[in-house]
C-alpha cells in the first residue's frame, strides 16, 4: 500500500478543517436564524435615548421612562410633571402621575388624543405625534397582531405583554396612582380590567404580576364623557417567549363595533 506523504496529509487535515469550520457557520447561523424569528417583537433598547434626555431634566419636567407600542409610532419619552399644566405641548411625550424608584407592579401612563377624537377612529396616520395611534388597538385585526409595549426605566428594557384593552369611566381609573398596590388590589384590578376587555388574550395574569395601563381620552360615547381608552399589559415573565397569542373579540367588542358604524369624521380637540 502507498504510503501518504506529508503534504497530502496535509492537505487533508486543512479539507477537514475547512469542512468542519463550515458545519459550525451553518449551524450557528441557523440557530442565530432560530432565535431572530423566534420573537413576534425585538427589544429595541432606549436606555441611551432615555440617559440622553434624563441629562436635561428640570425640576417641573423630570423625564422619568421611554415607550414603545409596536405598531404605532408611540416611542418617545414619559415625564413626571405633577404640576404641569398639559393642555396642547405634549407632543411626542406622554406622561405618568407617579415618580418611582423602582419598577412599581402597577404603573399608569397617559397621553393627549388631540386629533383622533372620533367615534370610529382613524388607524395610523402620520398626523398623530400624541397618544393618537393608542387607539388602533379598537380594531380587532390590528389588536391580534400587535401584542406588545415596551418600557424603558431605570437602565433597562422591560417587555410587557397586552392582555385587555378597554373604554372605561374616568372615575374608575387610578392615574394618581402613587404606591405599590397589594396583592388584593392587584388582584381586583387584573379581574376588572379583563372583564371588560374589547378582547380575549390567551395568556394568563395574576397578582404577582406587573402591570402597566396606557391610557387617552376619546369620544367614542361623545364629547361630553369621561370615557378613557386603556391599553394594558403585564411584565413577560422569566424564560418566556416573545410569541404572540391568540386573541378573540368579545361582546365589548360588538358594542364598540356597532357604535363606531357611521363615524367618519375624525374629531380634534
Known sequence: MKKKTKKETYNKAIFWIVISIIFLVFIISVGAYEVLTNTDFRVSS???????????????????????????????????????NFVYETEDFGWTEADFEELNNMIYISGHNIKNLAVKPALLDKDHTRFEQLMSFAYYDFAKENQFI??????????????????MNESDLDLYNDKKYTDKEMHDEIERIRKNSLYKYNTDVDESDKVIILTTCTNMFGESSDTHF?????????????????VETTGEYDIIQEQMKGGESYDEA
Request: glycine content about 6%; proline content about 4%; hydrophobic content about 30%.
Open 46 to 84: 432606549r436606555v441611551s435615548k432615555l440617559s440622553k434626555r434624563q441629562k436635561h431634566n428640570k425640576p417641573e419636567k423630570k423625564t422619568v421612562g421611554w415607550l414603545r407600542v409596536q405598531g404605532t409610532n408611540i416611542d418617545f419619552p414619559i415625564i413626571y410633571a405633577p404640576d404641569y
Open 150 to 167: 415596551q418600557y424603558t426605566f431605570n437602565g433597562e428594557d422591560y417587555v410587557y405583554r397586552i392582555f385587555a384593552v378597554n373604554y
Open 230 to 246: 386603556l391599553v394594558s399589559g403585564r411584565l413577560m415573565r422569566r424564560n418566556e417567549g416573545i410569541k404572540k397569542v391568540k
